[in-house]
């Protein structure tokens, strides 16, 4: 077929021949062989002579651009007016992405690739050239999709930023221009000031004495003196009421408070100026991480009427059998057409024995140019031999019936016509493991492990490092070099037996072991133990005769280092590093959104609920180091009810002990040993002494807990429970969950205990008289180390 002599299918019919582009566009030929003659490899020459083929295809097709066509036939009779033609230049360019991509010819990375090869040419023309036009450094043939910093843009904001011409009809010229030099001087200067714009027009909303005087202070008055803890006041204030709208993320607000900061900052340093004194640590960002996602935000028909757990499982579930379907598909597939490989077709109907041979002449020969060039046949660079007898089997293969006939129909698309590219995919499918059996096998392995995708991708080709009598051993390659440095002698056991048992395989055991506590491999290197009845083993025992005869087609060393490879029209034999998106276009699998981290946080949240804690979560997670476990896997919605719910627990458990009258000291009624952890739990948080615990006295084991409810106790009380409900947010989860949550139950029971009791105005007046001393700085929240951030 005359479309597999070019280096990509559909360029015939987009992209003017050769011929027709040096008969008609002689400069402009003789330009681009210029430009490629720089490129060393034959294959970027062959894409970059393509691109401006595929662009005149477009301009000669296209009515609007006339008079560009005309200028590129004869540019240096219209160089006077080169500059003319930029605009138009930059639209041919970005109507032809927009072409190739409508053909459906090239996917969207192809055709951006082409697109952005023609704008690259065409700059490089313009900057090494009087003749052709200039164009802008950056010419985006795509419109951007960024975030941005709206969390839901059907949430009107509360208040739009204010201009900079009204700031200055307010603060006065002299803060105009520092502010604008501030703008200046900051790299990202535009983004900088965002945030005091913001700001600004929160004081104009909302005025109050602290705001009246930072206007004053900013505009120079000099009346009225205003402090940092007043300039904190109206920050705080703001970022409640940006926060409170739920038009913009928590990161969002955190950043342009801060950038608010670094404002202030920067103009109370400023000489000869009386801006208020403020220094951007007066006001505490931290990092607030988003809600972790898993896959049950992907809205599977199948959990529509499931929550929590169950839809979590049943998600995991549709995927990781959708995922198997497509590779037993394939291997169902590859297996038929063994006989068609070995050029085996005898003793057959007619009508059969000719579909056969016809598959198998292609299939033989694409091997066959794979063996001697590493590159398919339909490449520019592949063995093209006994092209007559492909060519004629390449028109009888253009038909799916003739696939059915062979009994290879299961993974024929239901069209009248196969196109050049299908029929190439079924061929390669015939040889080994394509993108999609081998991305399959990868998603089944993560759903099964909770791999990440790069440890995957790393497994070595001998799989399995040792075999027990129910489970493999499965490890990445530097924990493998750990592993057999630590086996030492036992490495030729392992080789030699197919299956260990008695005293070997404990010995195998204990060095898997030894090398997990010895924690010298990477941080993100993986390894597992798998049952022969599991998921992953199945998978892998699966795909394992589709990607081992493609090490013969390739001498890339890098891949026969690896088990996972695949077999392609443009990459010949090559690790697959595409995208789950990008590989499946029908089916669960191509849910948008689904992503190997996505899959590695459910399989995390999932087994949370199995090991109950985070700490032994680290296990399931393969993290070596301590603080290896991300806090993004475990802020689902789901995870922090629960933690709610561990906090009701605790808070019921410490009202149903205290014993004592109110007035009094309230006592605990518990063992010693658990006396003993609430001690500890205080003391680790270092707030024994405001809970009640008296800590100055040397005492062999933990003092009595005594809470005696005077207005400083109350107060300590009410601090600590502020604290907890500004850190709670920013806290690691495993500390939270192993101290925040059972103070929090602590604080909540004494509060309940002293409520019930009719003190419910002294607590109000407390806590109003503590809110007022927080809010003018006079008082600090106690540390407690949550997040971790101070070691």
């Given amino acids: 077929m005359e479309a597999a002599k070019e280096r990509f299918a559909g360029a015939n019919s987009l992209a003017l021949t050769v011929e027709e582009f040096e008969r008609g566009y002689p400069n402009l030929a003789e330009a681009v062989t210029g430009y490629t003659s720089f490129l060393k490899s034959k294959n970027k020459r062959a894409k970059y002579a393509l691109a401006p083929r595929l662009l005149l295809g477009m301009i000669e097709d296209d009515g609007r651009y006339d008079m560009l066509r005309l200028f590129l036939k004869s540019p240096d009779a219209w160089s006077a007016k ?40 065409f700059r490089w023309l313009g900057l090494n050239t009087s003749i052709y036009p200039e164009l802008p450094k950056f010419l985006p043939l795509k419109p951007k999709n960024p975030k941005g910093p709206r969390k839901a843009v059907d949430v009107e904001p509360p208040f739009p930023p204010m201009s900079v011409d009204e700031i200055a009809s307010i603060l006065g010229d002299q803060f105009r221009d520092d502010f604008r030099a501030f703008e200046a001087t900051e790299l990202r200067g535009t983004t900088k000031i965002v945030g005091f714009r913001y700001l600004m027009s929160y004081i104009r909303l909302n005025p109050t004495s602290y705001s009246d005087a930072l206007l004053c202070a900013l505009s120079g008055g000099g009346k009225e003196r205003c402090d940092a803890p007043a300039i904190k006041s109206v920050i705080d204030e703001c970022e409640t009421a940006m926060k409170s709208s739920g038009a913009f993320a928590a990161v969002t607000v955190a950043g342009l408070m801060r950038n608010c900061s670094h404002l202030l900052e920067h103009l109370s340093e400023l000489p000869n100026r009386s801006y208020p004194h403020f220094s951007r640590r007066y006001k505490k960002f931290t990092h607030v991480p988003a809600a972790s996602a898993s896959v049950t935000d992907l809205g599977f028909p199948e959990t529509a009427n499931l929550t929590g757990a169950a839809r979590l499982r049943v998600s995991m579930k549709v995927i990781s059998d959708a995922a198997m379907d497509v590779l037993q598909k394939h291997v169902s597939f590859f297996k038929a057409a063994e006989p068609l490989r070995l050029g085996i077709a005898t003793g057959i109907p007619e009508d059969v024995r000719a579909a056969c041979r016809a598959i198998s002449t292609v299939v033989r020969a694409e091997i066959l140019s794979f063996e001697r060039t590493g590159k398919s046949r339909f490449s520019r660079y592949g063995d093209h031999s006994n092209s007559i007898a492909v060519n004629a089997s390449l028109e009888l293969m253009a038909e799916p019936e003739t696939w059915r006939r062979a009994g290879l129909g299961e993974l024929v698309p239901d069209v009248v016509s196969l196109e050049f590219q299908q029929i190439v995919t079924l061929v390669h499918c015939c040889i080994g493991a394509t993108n999609p059996p081998l991305m399959a096998a990868k998603i089944v392995f993560c759903c099964d492990t909770g791999w990440n995708r790069q440890p995957i ?45 008695g005293i070997r395989a404990a010995d195998a055991v204990a060095a898997w072991e030894e090398a997990e506590r010895a924690e010298s491999w990477g941080d993100c290197d993986q390894r597992s133990m798998v049952g022969y009845t599991s998921p992953a083993y199945v998978a892998l025992e699966l795909i394992r005769p589709l990607v081992e005869p493609l090490d013969g087609y390739t001498k890339n060393r890098r891949v026969h280092e690896r088990f996972f490879k695949s077999i392609s029209l443009a990459g010949g034999v090559s690790l697959n590093t595409r995208d789950i998106a990008t590989t499946f276009a029908s089916g669960p699998l191509a849910t948008p959104g689904l992503t190997f981290k996505l899959i590695r946080k459910s399989y995390l949240q999932m087994m949370f609920r199995v090991v109950d804690t985070v700490e032994s979560l680290r296990t399931d997670a393969n993290h070596a180091g301590t603080g290896g476990l991300l806090p993004v896997y475990l802020n689902s919605p789901d995870i922090i009810r629960e933690l709610e719910q561990s906090t009701r627990f605790f808070q019921n458990a410490i009202q149903s002990l205290i014993v004592a009258e109110v007035g009094k000291p309230l006592e605990f009624l518990m063992a010693p040993e658990e006396h003993t952890w609430f001690y500890n739990l205080a003391r680790v948080s270092g707030v024994a002494s405001a809970v009640g615990y008296g800590v100055s006295t040397p005492v062999a084991g933990p003092p009595a807990f005594r809470f005696t409810p005077s207005d400083e106790q109350l107060r300590s009380l009410v601090a600590i429970s502020k604290s907890l409900d500004f850190e709670e947010k920013t806290a690691d989860p495993r500390r939270w969950s192993l101290i925040g949550v059972p103070l929090r139950g602590f604080t909540k029971a004494i509060f309940a205990k002293l409520k019930s009791a009719g003190m419910s105005r002294l607590l109000n007046r407390i806590t109003e008289k503590f809110d007022d001393d927080l809010r003018q700085g006079f008082v600090a929240l106690t540390p407690l180390n949550l997040s971790g951030a101070i070691k």
Wanted: hydrophobic letters at 45%.
């Fill in 82 to 121: 080169r500059k003319e033609f930029e605009d138009v230049l930059q639209q041919a360019l970005k109507a032809n992405y927009e072409r190739l991509l409508a053909s459906e010819l090239y996917s969207e990375a192809i055709a951006l690739e082409h697109g952005r090869n023609a704008v690259a040419l």
């Fill in 457 to 501: 991708e790393d497994i070595l080709p001998e799989v399995y490092q040792f075999r027990l009598m129910d489970e493999v051993g499965i490890a990445c390659a530097s924990f493998v070099e750990v592993f057999k440095n630590r086996a030492g002698h036992l490495v030729q056991t392992l080789l030699e037996h197919s299956e260990l048992s």
